[in-house]
């Protein structure tokens, strides 16, 4: 059974950095791609972060503030981030896929969630 659990979330103040854990079970997690989507509360669910094969691609809100990283041996995807901003708050979501693109296709398992807010 596929199993995506987010973790890390919380309330922090603008500039702040927050470190978000992404532990993965069910499926061979050095064989597929892992990415990092957001849902602001009334808005639709945005790509943040997307490591493919070859690449990593980042959602220009976030890049250079956001660092996508991940450990093998503990089948654990991180995002890093740094800067936050008010704008930042929403829930974040962990995914995996085989064939992701770097605009956030092709993700096929989904966690359920981790909430960030951001005060000013």
């Known amino acids: 059974q596929v199993q995506l659990v987010e973790s890390g979330g919380g309330l922090v103040q603008a500039g702040d950095s927050l470190r978000l854990s992404c532990a993965a079970s069910g499926f061979p997690f050095t064989l597929y791609s892992m990415g990092w989507f957001r849902q602001a509360p009334g808005k639709e669910r945005e790509f943040v972060v997307s490591?493919?094969?070859?690449?990593?691609s980042y959602a220009d809100s976030v890049k250079g503030r956001f660092t996508i990283s991940k450990d093998n041996s503990k089948n654990t995807v991180y995002l890093q981030m740094n800067g936050l901003k008010p704008e930042d708050t929403a829930v974040y979501y962990c995914?995996?896929?085989?064939?992701?693109?770097?605009?956030?296709?092709?993700?096929?398992?989904w966690g359920k969630g981790t909430l960030v807010t951001v005060s000013s």
């Open positions: 490591w493919g094969s070859g690449f990593i």
């Open positions: 995914a995996a896929g085989r064939r992701v693109t770097s605009a956030g296709g092709g993700f096929d398992y």
